[in-house]
């Protein structure tokens, strides 16, 4: 395992969580807002414009908050992060399905026991084979007060066949918070690469996130 490095972006204020698109177009930070739309960009090269955002409608979006959104490389399940009544814990991760590309999204359901807690469970990110799922708690113990976890599941259509999620360990997971992970890999070296966000200082110090 190569060493943390930390990596500066041009954004230095309330920088929780990013995410990569399946097609390796990055989507960019999340100023730990609620998601209220999907950026529709799909059809464009991968270095042009973002399209304007299409909210998601009520079906996905509820009046909590929905954020950290992560969709399978066939398109057909979307991971979010929410708060909505009906979970195990304070903020779950929720999968919302449709039968192809050109069908809506149906309503989200808890992705259960295994990857939840009666914490705090976000972030979802997927490795690009979809047998892996990355994501952060804080409420299954380990290093710190959030921990970055990993799931895996053999059929990667499966959205209810994740194992029980298992600590990444305190070499990657530090004493305070490790959190937003997205998992990139490059298809021209097959060199993988976690980001995630840090924090090197207790809560209440005027440090934040930093991202590695």
């Not at 609620?34 to 509820?62: F, K, T």
Request: proline share 8%; glycine share 12%.
């Amino acid at each position: 395992m190569k060493p943390i490095e930390r990596i500066t972006l041009l954004c230095t204020l309330g920088v929780v969580a990013y995410a990569c698109s399946p097609d390796k177009r990055l989507v960019g930070p999340n100023a730990a807002k609620p998601l209220a739309a999907e950026a529709a960009g799909e059809d464009q090269p991968a270095y042009g414009p973002w399209g304007a955002p299409v909210n998601l409608g009520r079906v996905v979006n509820s009046a909590a908050n929905e954020q950290h959104p992560a969709i399978s490389k066939d398109g057909l399940s979307l991971y979010v992060s929410s708060d909505r009544p009906g979970g195990l814990g304070g903020t779950d991760i929720w999968v919302s399905q449709r039968a192809s590309i050109d069908d809506p999204w149906g309503a989200p359901v808890n992705l259960g026991p295994n990857i939840n807690t009666s914490g705090n469970d976000l972030a979802p990110t997927f490795t690009p084979d979809g047998h892996q799922l990355y994501f952060h708690s804080t409420g299954r113990g380990g290093c710190g007060l959030a921990d970055l976890f990993v799931a895996r599941r053999h059929d990667k259509r499966d959205d209810f066949g994740w194992e029980l999620a298992e600590n990444l360990g305190c070499v990657v997971n530090g004493p305070y918070a490790d959190a937003g992970p997205t998992y990139f890999e490059d298809e021209a070296t097959g060199i993988t690469t976690l980001y995630f966000t840090v924090q090197n200082n207790p809560p209440g110090s005027d440090q934040g996130f930093d991202i590695y």
